[in-house]
């Protein structure tokens, strides 16, 4: 079947259309469009919802039309369209369901609701049209680690339909702790990608940062307190980043402390993991999320589970597919979705899994 997936549940708007055939081999990726307000988000240092809102009105049809056009098919050759309806800011929530469901109602098709982050989940049962990936699907019992800018959870998925939330994080999830963290550091929002590209020239031994409840007996996270221990470190040493002479002429002590930083954040989400995996004794584990683009973090888990435990596969999204997008919403509605009529799908900015 071809699944439509729409996404908007924060500052990227995003559709991408899909190909599954059977539950047992991974779907393929048809098309993936993603349009985001990011650029305009960046001046600010955060996301205004009301702007990210009213971006998403401008792109929201545009989006779709181009990933149906770009997968080469008609919108009857549709035979579902999946939508992001929670959580995420209310009015981009609101703009992808009631775009959603007029499609739905005037293409006469049915229309799949979608929790956002059971989507960055089923990322990880794409493939792309032409590519030499695997066809294997992630075997259950595994283990989610999903890791965005609202989220830090450890999931259990025992099989389809089966899932347990075993850890989650008590204060800042970890791409916050990279978002405030590159704030202080006067790098623009969404800082997670440029700490980690800033980092690649640094030493991660130069700052002693802490890493709150890394041995902790739970699998729950908490970065707050390495947040504040950032503040604290530029504040005694009277680091100025927000002028950008001293930036300039500072810009090893930036490195090195985007390595630190990210250092500490990776340590605990691969300590913890590994915890969990070994603990539930998973098949595979399964990343998801913008954080799980970290190329660092990405490796670390890998090497960690060929030394500890060679038989747990691993799955990681290609990099475009963790950050948001329409096609990990359309691969979980086949997977886990059920279609409700258009008359009863509403968007729940509070949703969890
Ligand atoms: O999943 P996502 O695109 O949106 C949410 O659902 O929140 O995740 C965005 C988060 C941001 O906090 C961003 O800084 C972080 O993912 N991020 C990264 C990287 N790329 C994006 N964090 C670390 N390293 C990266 N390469
Ligand atoms: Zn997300």
């Not at 307000?37 to 205004?48: E, P, R, Y």
């Not at 809102?53 to 149906?68: G, S």
């Not at 959603?100 to 109602?105: E, P, V």
């Not at 009529?341 to 900015?349: E, L, M, N, S």
Request: some cysteine; hydrophobic content about 45%; overall charge neutral.
């Amino acid at each position: 079947m071809t699944i439509l997936g729409i996404e908007t549940s924060c500052d990227e708007t995003a559709a991408a259309v899909i190909q599954a055939t059977d539950k047992n081999t991974v779907v393929t990726l048809l098309s993936n469009v993603v349009a985001t307000s990011l650029m305009l988000h960046a001046k600010t240092g955060g996301i205004i919802p009301e702007v990210a809102a009213r971006e998403q009105i401008k792109y929201c049809l545009p989006v779709i039309h181009q990933a149906i056009n770009e997968a080469k098919i008609k919108p009857q050759q549709i035979d579902a369209i999946a939508v992001t309806y929670g959580p995420g800011l209310i009015g981009s929530l609101l703009v992808g369901v009631e775009t959603a469901r007029t499609l739905s109602y005037v293409w006469n098709k049915p229309l799949i609701p979608v929790n956002h982050l059971y989507g960055h989940i089923y990322a990880n049962w794409i493939k792309q049209a032409h590519s030499d990936t695997k066809e294997q699907v992630p075997e259950f019992p595994a283990l989610a680690l999903v890791a965005s800018g609202n989220h830090t959870d450890l999931i259990l998925i025992q099989k389809e339909g089966q899932v347990t939330v075993i850890g989650g994080t008590r204060d800042d999830a970890a791409g916050e702790a990279f978002d405030k963290t590159g704030r202080m550091m006067g790098l623009t929002y969404p800082a997670g990608a440029t700490i980690a590209k800033l980092a690649l020239q640094g030493n991660p031994q130069a700052f002693i940062l802490p890493r709150p409840m890394i041995g902790s007996n739970d699998f729950d996270f908490s970065f707050s307190g390495l947040k504040t221990a950032v503040l604290n470190l530029i504040k005694k040493n009277n680091w100025d980043f927000t002028s950008q002479a001293f930036k300039k002429e500072n810009s090893q002590l930036l490195f090195d402390l985007c390595a630190s930083i990210e250092k500490a954040i990776i340590a605990i989400l691969v300590r913890k993991t590994l915890k969990a995996a070994e603990a539930y004794n998973v098949a595979s584990i399964v990343l998801g999320g913008g954080v799980a683009a970290n190329q660092k973090l990405r490796e670390q888990i890998e090497l960690s589970l060929i030394q500890q435990s060679p038989t747990v596969n691993f799955f990681v999204p290609p990099q475009y597919l963790c950050t948001d997008n329409g096609a990990m919403i359309a691969s979980a509605a086949f997977y886990r979705g059920k279609p409700v009529p258009w008359q009863d799908i509403a968007a729940d900015p509070q949703l969890y899994y």
